[in-house]
């Protein structure tokens, strides 16, 4: 049957750090972070490919509507934005460029630091959990009104427009 045993660290730590308990409260919260920036990541994709069919079906449609096209324009434009504030710029990561420091860097900094550490966070790893949290909230603010206010509004001036179906639309 089953054997319990007590795990011990083999050797104390070199500088005094944060209790195991601690740390594993903080890998937690880390962990929790990353899976809301997966959450947000995905959700912005799925609304970024429906504004995406929305520019196809607008370029198909008959009589072109530019007011609806700019609108669209628009909304994939700042979708873009959010899509490189949350994963970074995928250009500067493949030239190894410098630029604004995206929240899955801040949050994998955190946690692939901290991670293997007998230390735990220094006062650097939290502020940039804090920093990539407030920046998660605001992103996921921000797409929050995208995807209940500013696209179900375009999609329903599409519909007055007689402009094709796109996936999303009721």
Same mark, same amino acid.
Not at 141 to 155: H, M
């Given at each position: 049957?089953?054997? =319990?045993? @007590?795990? &011990? *660290?083999? *050797?104390?730590?070199?500088?005094?750090? /944060? !209790?195991?308990?601690? #740390?594993?409260?903080?890998?937690? %919260? /880390? !962990?929790?972070?990353? $899976?809301? =920036? !997966?959450?947000l990541?995905?959700?912005?994709?799925?609304?970024?490919?429906? &504004?995406e069919?929305?520019? &196809?079906?607008?370029?198909?449609?008959?009589?072109? $509507?530019?007011?609806?096209?700019? %609108?669209?324009? !628009? #909304?994939?434009?700042?979708?873009?934005?959010m899509q @490189? +504030? #949350? +994963?970074?710029?995928?250009?500067?990561? *493949? /030239?190894?460029?410098?630029?604004?420091?995206s929240?899955?860097?801040?949050?994998?900094?955190g946690q692939? =630091?901290?991670?293997?550490?007998?230390?735990?966070?220094t006062? /650097?790893?939290? @502020?940039? #959990?804090?920093?990539?949290?407030?920046?998660?909230?605001?992103?996921?603010?921000?797409?929050?009104?995208? *995807?209940?206010?500013?696209?179900?509004?375009?999609?329903? +001036?599409?519909? %007055?427009?007689? &402009?094709?179906?796109?996936?999303?639309?009721?």
């Amino acid at each position: 049957g089953p054997v =319990s045993f @007590e795990v &011990v *660290r083999l *050797r104390e730590r070199g500088l005094p750090g /944060m !209790s195991d308990a601690d #740390l594993a409260v903080f890998l937690r %919260e /880390m !962990s929790d972070l990353q $899976r809301e =920036s !997966s959450a947000l990541g995905a959700s912005l994709d799925e609304t970024a490919a429906r &504004v995406e069919a929305i520019l &196809v079906a607008l370029a198909r449609a008959d009589g072109g $509507r530019p007011e609806l096209h700019t %609108e669209a324009v !628009s #909304l994939k434009k700042d979708l873009a934005d959010m899509q @490189e +504030r #949350l +994963r970074g710029d995928p250009r500067r990561r *493949r /030239m190894k460029a410098g630029g604004p420091v995206s929240v899955n860097d801040r949050l994998g900094f955190g946690q692939g =630091s901290v991670r293997g550490s007998t230390y735990g966070p220094t006062k /650097m790893h939290r @502020e940039q #959990l804090e920093i990539g949290r407030r920046d998660l909230t605001e992103l996921q603010s921000e797409l929050e009104t995208v *995807r209940t206010t500013d696209l179900p509004a375009l999609e329903a +001036r599409l519909d %007055e427009a007689g &402009v094709p179906w796109t996936t999303g639309r009721g």
